[in-house]
């Protein structure tokens, strides 16, 4: 288990305030039993913070037939909308929802090249709103692939997840499975699938990025 390099920044901040907190209260008082309740939370709260950050690795297997889960989570959404930013036409759209104990590597659900590479600031909804899609801080990310034709997907913040970063840019050649992105503490992403894809999944499944086979074509 590795810690991802997004993590680096918080975690330092992290244990520099925890530190500190701890230090205050070995300071401002001599009762042994609220130095050893801080150190015990300060001790619980970097714990879930660090496992937040926990990059574990994925033996990822490509199948250009599939679209593989981009994040860890639970399916969502599964439904027919009318993507009206780029693709302009009708699609599946396959929203994974990522709790603050998943982990939040996003991976590219395809291969090909990249065509277009946005980030849209905007709200903070919470991520199961539904004008969170469109309304809240996103990125769109869309690949051009011979298979599949354009396929567009989505990260999303929520009210928690505040940082969205995004490695994608156009032109750059995708690798299935790789990373892409990176959510703290919990959100969403969005797939926007052609009419004819085999969706693979339900809603309420559970599914890991780079392993779930989201969708196949026919």
């Given at each position: 288990m590795t810690i991802h390099k997004e993590g680096k920044g918080t975690l330092t901040v992290?244990?520099?305030?925890?530190?500190?907190?701890?230090a205050l209260v070995q300071y401002l008082t001599n009762l042994q039993w609220l130095h050893i309740a801080t150190l015990a939370i300060s001790v619980v709260l970097y714990a879930v913070v660090l496992q937040f950050f926990r990059n574990p690795k994925r033996t990822v297997t490509l199948?250009?037939?599939?679209i593989i889960c981009p994040a860890d989570g639970?399916?969502?959404?599964i439904e027919e909308v009318f993507e009206d930013e780029i693709l302009k036409d009708k699609r599946i759209q396959v929203s994974i929802f990522m709790s603050p104990f998943n982990v939040h590597v996003n991976r590219y659900p395809i291969g090909g090249k990249v065509a277009e590479a946005i980030h849209h600031e905007g709200k903070f909804l919470v991520a199961w709103h539904p004008k969170s899609s469109t309304l809240n801080e996103r990125t769109t990310v869309t690949i051009d692939n011979d298979r599949w034709g354009k396929v567009l997907f989505r990260q999303i913040a929520g009210a928690?997840?505040?940082?969205?970063?995004?490695?994608?840019?156009?032109?750059?050649?995708?690798?299935?499975g790789s990373e892409y992105g990176f959510i703290k503490f919990g959100s969403r992403v969005d797939l926007f699938l052609p009419l004819d894809s085999e969706i693979l999944v339900k809603e309420g499944d559970v599914v890991k990025?780079?392993?779930t086979e989201l969708a196949?074509?026919?």
């Open positions: 992290s244990f520099v305030v925890l530190f500190i907190s701890n199948n250009p037939d599939a639970k399916v969502v959404t928690v997840a505040r940082r969205i970063v995004m490695y994608s840019k156009p032109g750059n050649l995708a690798l299935q990025g780079g392993i196949k074509r026919p």
